[in-house]
Each structure stands twice: as structure tokens, then as C-alpha cells.
């Protein structure tokens, strides 16, 4: 697995937010899932994720190519959940697009259909907690 933090550049692209600078976490999966706990901004990014494949949709169905136009409202909707109920750090590039955000915005869609979401966020939390009281143990 590659170190996703390796160099000061990802490590500032991969904060969590403002306060949490420095976490364990490797894998951006994690990193996403602690962005995105605020339930009304997880519900905002489903909505968003439903409106990009509605959009792709209509436009095979009615081949109006127009309608691509409306693709970035998609990123919008998830923008408007951050900047109003969770204002974790948004990383310009995964905002417009990345295959990571993309990869881990799919990945959300189906665990929230399957129930699991939650969990995922407390278990990301609790490792995220023994690591913060380990670290100011060390001060």
C-alpha cells in the first residue's frame, strides 16, 4: 500500500480538517470517512451522487448532450453540505474531480444503502481517539 502521506504536500492535502493536521491513516477511505460524518452532508453527497447518475442517465435516454451542462451542480450539492453542516477540508482537486473522491464517494453510496456507514464512521473515530491520547501521552 503506498503511504498517502509521504511527502508535506498529500500530508496537507489529506488533513481531516483545520484542528486535526496529523492521524494514522493511510488509506484515503478513512481520511473520506471522518470528512464526512454530519448526517444532513452525508445525505447531501447521496442526493448529489443520485443527481450525476440521473443526469448521465438522461442524457443517454434523450441524447442531449446539454445536459452534461448540469454535471457540476452534482459537485455543488456535496460543496453546499460541507460549507453549511461539516466544514471538514475540502481539497480542491477532489472537489472538482479525482478518481479517489470518486472511488470513495461510490464506496459511500453503498454502505449507507447497506446500513454500514455508521459503523464505519465510529470505527474510524475510535482510531482516530486512541491515536490522539497516545500521541499527547508521548508530550
Excluded at 444532513?40 to 443527481?51: D, M
Excluded at 447518475?53 to 459537485?75: A, D, E, K, M, R
Aim: with cysteine.
Amino acid at each position: 500500500m503506498i503511504d498517502i502521506n509521504s511527502n508535506p504536500q498529500q500530508k496537507f492535502r489529506n488533513r481531516i480538517n483545520h484542528q486535526i493536521l496529523d492521524h494514522p491513516f493511510t488509506d484515503y477511505w478513512d481520511i473520506f470517512v471522518l470528512k464526512h460524518q454530519h448526517p444532513v452532508n452525508i445525505f447531501l453527497h447521496i442526493v448529489g451522487i443520485c443527481f450525476f447518475y440521473g443526469l448521465l442517465f438522461s442524457v443517454w435516454q434523450l441524447q442531449n448532450f446539454w445536459l452534461l451542462l448540469g454535471l457540476p451542480l452534482t459537485q455543488l450539492i456535496g460543496l453546499i453540505g460541507h460549507f453549511l453542516f461539516e466544514r471538514s477540508h475540502i481539497d480542491l482537486q477532489d472537489a472538482v474531480f479525482s478518481w479517489r473522491a470518486s472511488y470513495c464517494l461510490g464506496r459511500m453510496l453503498i454502505r449507507v444503502l447497506m446500513g454500514k456507514y455508521q459503523d464505519d464512521i465510529h470505527q474510524k473515530q475510535e482510531i482516530l481517539k486512541n491515536y490522539q491520547s497516545t500521541d499527547y501521552a508521548n508530550i
